[in-house]
């Protein structure tokens, strides 16, 4: 059973163009986050929930946004998609805690063209 | 500001040898960190943690080394397998749980 899961795996899309990516854990965890990582590597995070409020919002441009409908799903939505925004999207979860693991998702590839 | 750094973007080492991962940070309100491994087109999963209340941790073949005064932090694998092979990074957290902030990763290659 995947633990967490993120669909799509691969999206290639234009530039101005409205796209969503969903994530969903099966782990029962109180805490989901999601992360961007660029071209240099970079693992950054971007959003936190935690029972479904937002705990964590880091410096995004207000074209992301995210949505909890409850615990076990954190999704992505991006407005107006720009070639700067591709990257690779991980969604993971943890439980509150400084020193919890947290779990990730495959990973979504983001291409805009 | 790149509060956590992996200064060593690569490092290839022979199986059965120690392999040596550093990490530095300059926040000095981080008391977590934790030691994530990915494989290609995965997400990263978890290693190994350590609070700043010690300065070991060892699971295994996997220790983390913490010394506070030097910011520095490191992953020592022993003895070093093919299946290491991945990209590695280091994340802290300064206690507000839930946000943790990653290095740029090192990427180990062990040769057999």
């Known amino acids: 059973d995947t633990a967490v899961s993120q669909t799509p795996k691969y999206l290639v899309t234009q530039m101005g163009n409205d796209k969503s990516i969903k994530c969903e854990q099966n782990?029962?965890?109180?805490?989901m986050y999601w992360y961007k990582q660029d071209s240099k590597k970079f693992l950054k995070i971007m959003f936190s929930?935690?029972?479904?409020?937002?705990?964590i919002n880091e410096t995004v441009p207000n074209r992301f946004s995210p949505k909890s409908p409850d615990k076990a799903h954190l999704n992505l939505h991006i407005n107006s998609l720009e070639l700067g925004d591709s990257a690779v999207y991980f969604c993971?979860?943890?439980?509150?805690?400084?020193?919890?693991?947290?779990?990730f998702g495959p990973g979504t590839r983001l291409t805009v063209l | 500001d790149q509060q956590v750094k992996q200064n060593s973007p690569s490092l290839s080492v022979q199986e059965g040898r120690i392999s040596i991962l550093n990490c530095d940070y300059t926040n000095s309100m981080f008391d977590y960190f934790l030691w994530y491994k990915k494989y290609p087109a995965e997400g990263p999963t978890f290693l190994i943690s350590i609070s700043s209340i010690k300065d070991k941790n060892e699971d295994g073949r996997f220790t983390v080394f913490l010394n506070k005064s030097a910011k520095h932090l490191s992953l020592h694998i022993v003895p070093s397998q093919p299946g290491d092979s991945a990209v590695y990074f280091c994340a802290a957290s300064a206690g507000n749980a839930g946000k943790s902030t990653f290095g740029d990763g090192t990427t180990l290659t062990v040769k057999p």
């Open positions: 782990l029962g965890h109180d805490t």
């Open positions: 929930y935690n029972n479904k409020e937002l705990i």
């Open positions: 993971a979860s943890s439980h509150l805690s400084p020193l919890a693991e947290q779990f």
